[in-house]
């Protein structure tokens, strides 16, 4: 059974930066697709970035220019750099792994890391 771990969260300062890292095992890293995601008190899961199996990256408009989604398929990791960090970055932060493969389809979730930005 596949498991991905985040781990990097914390309490920074307004402008700070972060990198969270999240880590799988137990499935084929290197074939599956990879978002972030976080989750705000009271909202719903908003989908930030991702990373695909060949290293195209995508990015929600509110952190492109601030966040850099990467992957390092040896250690089964991907990573995501944070700068210039705004309180309303407040969250916890999932990873998301993802295989599409005709009837078989696997999708793995992180038990999310917080991330907390205040002065």
């Known amino acids: 059974q596949g498991q991905l771990v985040e781990s990097g969260g914390g309490l920074v300062q307004p402008g700070g930066s972060l990198v969270l890292s999240c880590v799988g095992s137990?499935?084929?890293?290197?074939?599956?697709?990879i978002n972030w995601y976080r989750q705000a008190p009271g909202a719903g899961r908003e989908l930030l970035a991702g990373?695909?199996?060949?290293?195209?990256?995508n990015y929600r408009d509110s952190v492109k220019g601030r966040f850099t989604i990467s992957r390092d398929n040896a250690k089964n990791t991907v990573y995501l750099q944070m700068n210039s960090l705004k309180p309303e970055d407040t969250a916890v932060y999932f990873c998301?792994?993802?295989?599409?493969?005709?009837?078989?389809?696997?999708?793995?979730w992180g038990q999310g890391t917080q991330v907390t930005v205040s002065s």
């Open positions: 990373i695909t199996t060949d290293g195209k990256r």
């Open positions: 998301y792994a993802e295989r599409r493969q005709f009837l078989d389809d696997r999708e793995y």
């Open positions: 137990g499935f084929n890293f290197s074939m599956f697709a």
